[in-house]
């Protein structure tokens, strides 16, 4: 398999971590120093990781409904796509439809993402529906 496949079926199997809710699971996709930056700034692995390890972070849906963008250079690959999700933080349900990217690195024989960013889709616009 090629790395852009590779990263596609890594980013798939990262969601289907995610949505099991399973801390350790979705750590492991994840650098040490990783990082998600969203509208309310950044968050590390570890206060992530604390979130859905506490049950104040659930998702029940996580679903790429954009084609993903991978571009690899060299040992690292950046994957782009318009992910719909929802769950529970601290009690309150949530939909999410966002544009994600993830800078992925290689590290030995696999990869490890390093940086997560999210940014809301646009409503009314062709991919923003």
């Not at 750590?27 to 990781?49: E, N, S």
């Not at 040992?75 to 994600?100: C, K, L, M, P």
């Amino acid at each position: 398999m090629d790395d852009r496949g590779e990263i596609i079926e890594l980013a798939l199997a990262w969601a289907a971590a995610i949505v099991a809710n399973d801390a350790a699971a979705i750590g492991a996709f994840m650098a040490d120093d990783w990082v998600i930056v969203g509208p309310d700034g950044a968050t590390t692995k570890v206060d992530f990781l604390a979130l859905v390890a506490s049950g104040d972070l659930t998702h029940d849906m996580m679903r790429t409904a954009s084609e993903p963008r991978v571009e690899v250079h060299g040992a690292t690959a950046v994957y782009t796509a318009r992910v719909i999700n929802s769950g529970h933080f601290r009690g309150q349900r949530f939909t999410a439809d966002e544009w994600t990217s993830d800078v992925f690195v290689r590290e030995g024989a696999g990869w490890k993402c390093v940086l997560s960013h999210v940014t809301p889709a646009a409503k009314g616009t062709a991919d923003g529906d």
